[in-house]
């Protein structure tokens, strides 16, 4: 039982419905961020290159071999590596953008720790710890 009451806690302070809140959020922004790579920026670079579906660019390294009859005798081997490129973009887009979040969140954080600053309300638990820190520096 002190499984389930630990559980409890767990779930009580928060932590799984802040987990579960990231995990619906971060599904969205992938489908975001494909929907931009793939509707917004592939298709300038593909008037770049001349293709239209990047998932298309290959580099074949053995062709395809048919008989007669229509049975592949040897098999295609390509380096499909347009596919990459369009998982590439997708992941920078990510990167940038959780790069600038993080930022801006640490930003924050940074004022809201700031003693001196007065524009923003330190928290309550800082005050105290500021409080305890200055008693101490007193004895």
């Keep these: 039982m002190k499984i389930i009451k630990e559980f409890k806690e767990f779930a009580i302070n928060g932590n799984m419905f802040d987990m579960a809140i990231g995990i619906i959020i971060g599904v969205a922004f992938n489908k975001i961020v494909s929907s931009l790579v793939n509707d917004i920026i592939l298709p300038f670079f593909s008037i770049i290159i001349g293709e239209v579906n990047f998932q298309n660019l290959k580099l074949v390294l053995q062709e395809q071999i048919v008989d007669n009859t229509g049975v592949v005798t040897q098999e295609l081997v390509a380096i499909n590596y347009g596919n990459?490129?369009?998982?590439?973009?997708?992941?920078s887009i990510i990167a940038i953008t959780l790069f600038l979040v993080i930022k801006m969140f640490n930003k924050l954080r940074r004022k809201a720790l700031d003693e001196k600053d007065i524009t923003i309300s330190t928290p309550k638990n800082i005050e105290l710890l500021s409080e305890i820190r200055d008693l101490l520096k007193e004895k």
């Design 84 to 91: 990459f490129i369009q998982v590439l973009f997708d992941f």
